[in-house]
């Protein structure tokens, strides 16, 4: 039986999802236009007034929100709240740029963690549960939403925050985690260790798990949920927005439902700028209708997916997003195509090999280099030297049939590529432009 | 009748090989042949020790990745022809030898030679009804 932890608006009709959301924007957008000068700005340079957004069909006459925007504006050109309302900031991780510091009312923080308690409840998780969050506390959002929301559940929660992989084990074990939240490299990292140290799946209390905060191939799912015996969901979000939680995968995990009575999603061609119906790739924009101190309107997340309106097994009626593609910003041009780690990923696990790889762009006499590094296993390890070579090559045909050019393929030592509790670094680009 | 030979994946960069060997040297690994085939980016050493157990044992826990592989080892007249009346032997019962490596010990006048066959006990079987006993373990001295 699916559970749902706000059941009435999860699985609302679409006439009232639209309501809600044609009503929260036309208050939002007044609410912006008086508070936030910033983006008043941007409207009057368009052309637009609050008069002119009278509900969601009204939404591409808003101008758009950037990274850029929100550089320009730091720290508090964005703000629609007083200071003296606010409780709380959240930073991203600056792996892109400067840092990005969100603002949060009491109200804010409640709303946010209600959408974690939602993706919590859509992976199964009850009062009954025992919920240790290995994501990082502190300014980056995944620990302190994940937390939020599994107190609202009413999980015994754990905060482990991220690190010291034999701790964690030894909470998961002894206090019989039935939940873990975390990125989905650590998750790898964390089953990684456990079977080193000889556990079998049936030997770890967990049952399911909610990554998210980095990109994942639905192998790396396989390869986490067959090393963990659990299930493993994936979660959505951006600090800009609220934090983990814009977005939640359901029992049927094959997209994840945009909670869209806080957040309306668009996506829109990078390059033109123009939205894209239903089913088409393209860039995610989010419009944020309940926020108060931190209200983002047509913000561009640079993530590429695809939104689908199709009913879903687990009765949910929210539009449901695709795992992202790439991001606009982790997309590598080599020779002109356009290269996604995550593909480089489905292509490795693919054919047997661990997730764990670095990319290595260079340019060499004018010419850009692709090496994929991955660790030889000793599953993989044989004395046949002509059978390494040939699944060497196996690698350089699968990659090029997926990226449309060549790679070089090394085979590096177990342990050299540097494990991560966080985010992975997947990418070194050398190239000297 | 085989011998147990131990293969270390190798990175191909400079002082790979001599993390192997620092850590054979430091923990008393006696080498009794040794032998390194290589691609253009890895490489695999072949190496017959003195204690198989330990050295896996050391290998493992330095994070090296490696298996154990049976190979055939038998001593050969140090004189013209003694290679090609093994493998004509081995030849000769249809077995395929893919690779092969020689070393000296310290009797003067025998050589040794490592062979990795397809099918190690119809190789011992082979050499053996041609009246080449292979060797157990590679006592050479
Ligand atoms: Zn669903």
Redesign the interface.
Known sequence: MERYYQPEIETASREQIKAWQDERLVKQVRRVWDNVPYYRKKMEEKGVTPDDIRGTEDLKKLPFLSKADLREAYPYGLMASPLKDCVRIQSTSGTTGKRVVAFYTQHDIDLWEDCCARAITAAGGTNEDVCQVSYGYGLFTGGPGLNGGSHKVGCLTIPTSSGNTERQIMFIRDLNATILCCTPSYAAYIGETMKEMGLTPDQIPLKAGIFGAEAWSEEMRHDIENTLGIKAYDIYGLTELSGPGVAFECSAQSGMHINEDHFIAEVIDPETSEPLPDGQQGELVFTSITKEAFPLLRYRTRDICVLSHEKCSCGRTHVKMSKPRGRTDDMLIIRGVNVFPSQIETVLINQGYPANYQIIVDRVHNTDTLDVQVEMTPEMFTDNMGEITARQKALVDGLRAMLGLSAKVTLVAPKTIVRSEGKAVRVIDKRKI | MSVK?I?V???NRPG?LCELTGVLAENAIDMRAFSL?E?S??G?A?IIVDDVYKTTTVLRDK?????V?PVLAAALSDTPGGLNEILQCLSAEGINV?YMYAFLGNTPGKAYMVF?VNDPAAGTAALCRHGIEPLEELNVE
């Open positions: 030979q293969s994946f190798l990175e790979a085939a691609a980016d890895f695999i072949r994070g090296f990745v490696h298996s592989t893919e990795r």
